[in-house]
Structures are given as C-alpha cells and as structure tokens.
C-alpha cells in the first residue's frame, strides 16, 4: 500500500483544514486507517484513527470534538477534517495503514505516507 497525505497548509487560530489521504492498492478497505502528527523537536503522536468499515473511530483527547476522521473505501481515500484549529496543532501530519486494526502506536502501523505540513497562526 503506498499512501499519500495532501491538504495541509496555513490556517489561523479557530480555522479549519481537511487532510486526505490517497492510497494505492485493491486491499485498501482491509486496513485501518490513522493519522499521526509530529512537532518540531517532539515525537510523534497519535491523532485519529478508523476501523476499515469506517464503523469505529478512536481520537487523541488533544483533538476530541474538534477533528473528524472519515474513509471513503470505493475512492480508496481517508480524511482528516480538522475545525477550530490552535496553534498546538502546527505539525506534520502522517497517514497511515495497519493490517492489525485500530491502533494509537506508530508500531502498530505497517505503511507510511510522506507528511503534510500544518502550520496554525494565533
């Protein structure tokens, strides 16, 4: 699976942003499906994350009530749509696939996009 995470960009604090993310491949419904961010100089971390149904959804408590994830099996896409965004958010944000389910470590996660750059302005 080669995945690819585009829409990120420049928002201001309070704004709102959608990420998607393509990815390649007939399996695409047998994953589930996260997004992880990472900061300068932090590690990085778990945002949100769907069951390959699209039936479960998890998120980080950081993002809770204010970002949304949802897939789209038949265009094999994943979103990320992010409202009421905060300076804290500024990160690369990653997609990623997993074989094993729904997951919160980067360790459970079997392929990697290559990162969209968010950047909030207070």
């Known amino acids: 699976v080669q995945l690819q995470a585009s829409g990120g960009g420049l928002a201001q604090a309070g704004g709102s942003l959608r990420l998607s993310c393509a990815a390649s491949?007939?399996?695409?419904?047998?994953?589930?499906m996260g997004w992880f961010r990472q900061a300068p100089g932090k590690e990085r971390e778990f945002v949100s994350a769907?069951?390959?149904?699209?039936?479960?959804?998890v998120y980080a408590d950081s993002v809770k009530g204010r970002f949304t994830i949802s897939r789209d099996n038949a265009k094999n896409l994943v979103y990320l749509q992010m409202n009421n965004l905060k300076p804290e958010d500024t990160a690369v944000y990653y997609c990623?696939?997993?074989?094993?389910?729904?997951?919160?470590?980067?360790?459970?996660?079997?392929?990697w996009g290559q990162g969209t750059q968010v950047t909030v302005s207070s």
């Open positions: 491949g007939r399996t695409f419904s047998s994953y589930a």
């Open positions: 769907i069951r390959w149904s699209g039936g479960s959804t």
């Open positions: 990623a696939a997993a074989t094993s389910g729904v997951g919160v470590l980067a360790f459970e996660y079997d392929y």
